[in-house]
């Protein structure tokens, strides 16, 4: 029975570190960051990318502002299509399609105003219209480099933020 249990502590043992993988690459630290944005660990995210996440700002931002955010990443569908590793230097080339952000809180909120509603009625019908607004697609290269060993997501990486609301079409963000 003991000789069992080792063997099979040995194998969860292999199981765990196998998950890890090793180092993260740039492929896999675009893929978790994308999937937590999109599942609202925003948190996460910014712990996953260096970047200081300020939860009394996001904690105290406007309940119709936190959940249109959230609808909108939520919404967000993306690809990654391949990864490009030049010295201490790499690139992740990444399909974003989601519904441009502004737009559809614009007719929220020109909606709101027409019928002299409250902020829940604009969150109510950006929701409704987020899932029936067309998508685009957009292409962003997401940059990366090695510091100490390890790759660091870069910080020009806007086009990839503007991309996740939907801000960028395909044919403008290469």
């Known amino acids: ?4 249990l080792t063997v099979f502590l040995g194998f969860l043992v292999i199981i765990a570190l196998a998950g890890c993988g090793g180092k993260d690459t740039p492929k896999t630290i675009t893929e978790s960051y ?3 944005m999109k599942d609202g660990k925003y948190e996460k995210a910014s712990d996953l990318v260096g970047a200081d996440f300020d939860g009394d700002s ?3 931002s406007a309940v119709l502002q936190k ?8 919404n967000m569908k993306y ?3 391949e990864e490009t590793v030049e010295d201490d230097k790499a690139t992740v080339l990444v399909q974003i399609t989601n519904a441009d952000y502004l737009s559809v809180m614009d007719e929220a909120i020109f909606e709101t105003m027409k019928k002299q ?3 829940e009625y604009t969150e109510k019908v950006f929701k409704e219209k987020l899932k029936k607004t067309e998508t685009e697609d957009a292409e962003v290269l997401v940059n990366y480099r090695k510091e100490d060993g390890e790759w660091v997501f870069d910080g020009s990486n806007s086009q990839l933020q ?3 609301l939907g801000y960028l079409s395909a044919g403008e963000s290469k």
Do not use: H, P, R, T
């Open 58 to 60: 996001y904690e105290n």
């Open 34 to 36: 994308l999937a937590y």
């Open 79 to 81: 690809k990654i299509q």
């Open 67 to 74: 959940n249109a955010m959230k609808a909108a990443y939520a």
């Open 117 to 119: 509603e409250d902020d």
């Open 1 to 4: 029975m003991k000789e069992k």
């Open 162 to 164: 503007a991309a996740m």
